[in-house]
């Protein structure tokens, strides 16, 4: 195993690595999903909404509490046609919501 002697950035790391750089492209994938879809998730609920893992045409949406969840499962639909009509292959979008301790 080669040790490298001088520090590195995290991008250096990242594009170093396949996987890491895989991970990279994934999480900034989900990032511009979301932002493509923001405008069609109503304002107040914009910020219990976080982009989760994408898992081949399934993409994850994380949020704060079971009531943004509730709201945000009633417009899946449109979501994901909005996500299609901008190229991106989402055959559904699941929902996880997230217990903060």
Known sequence: MHRRQHPVTLLQATQDSPTLARLTALSRDSVARLKAI???IPASLRSSVTAGPIEGPQWCL???NNAAAAKI???LPAL???LRSKG???NSIRLKVQITR
């Open 38 to 40: 923001e405008a069609l």
């Open 62 to 64: 994380l949020l704060d």
């Open 73 to 75: 499962r009633q417009i």
């Open 80 to 82: 994901e046609s909005h």
């Open 88 to 90: 991106w292959e989402v």
